[in-house]
């Protein structure tokens, strides 16, 4: 059976996202809901089909960290529930509204996270180290941006925790320790609301990232992150331009 050509476009998606997550450690839901938006589909369905896909990588992601000790067990449990409700109530919130409604709000978040990853290759931000505060309205809102937008747990949550002087590691690996369960939740809420479709896109995503796993481990000790942050923030900047100026009315 010959597979159809938009099928290879979903792979290489996912190839892409995989890619770029593995050498900066964030924007796979930012990169891989950008591209697929761009594709014309529509954002309930980015976002569902990118949190499946994303299931795996962030269960793995999530084991590992805890294996090498890279989990702040109290800023993990301040994340936790605040994540999860915002999670759940960013993807009940997506799926009853109609997409072309929320489709230039989506576009033009995904537009500003953009702009936010090219600002971080610009300059470097000065850390503080004054106690962490506001850690569960952190959770929540990240949480349900990323559920809503398909992407941003990741470049919300830890940037902001890393510019309050956190160390790097702790942080890195209870954020993506914490996003497994912010993501697993957003898929089973797209799951009991749009039902078992898309699939095919979501193995799709699976795939890709799976082939390009291996090829992100090996870049990330080798291309200077500073470079590779501008280039996709300048991507995600230009396809969610692409996306929202012909639903502005612009040419």
Known sequence: MTLPLEFWHFVAIGFAAQLVDG????????????????????????????????????????????????????????????G??????????LTRIEGDVIKPWVAGYLLLMGVVILAK?????????????????????????????????????????????NSLHLTVGTVNAVEFFVTLTASLMFLVSLGLGHWDIVLALALGGVLAAPLGAWLVKRVPKRPLLFLVGLLVIVLSLRTLLPLLGVA
């Open 23 to 82: 050498a900066l450690g964030m924007a796979y839901g930012v990169t891989a809901s950008t591209l697929l938006l761009g594709m014309g589909v529509t954002p309930a369905v980015t976002s569902a089909t990118v949190h499946a896909a994303e299931c795996f990588t962030t269960g793995a992601s999530a084991a590992s960290h805890h294996a090498f000790g890279n989990i702040d067990k109290k800023l993990f449990r301040r994340l936790l529930l605040p």
């Open 84 to 93: 999860i409700l915002g999670a759940a109530l960013g993807a009940w919130v």
């Open 121 to 165: 290759a610009i300059r470097r931000a000065r850390p503080r180290t004054d106690e962490i505060k506001h850690t569960a309205p952190l959770g929540f809102f990240g949480a349900f941006i990323d559920a809503i937008g398909g992407g941003g747990w990741g470049p919300f949550v830890a940037s902001n925790l890393l510019a309050r002087g």
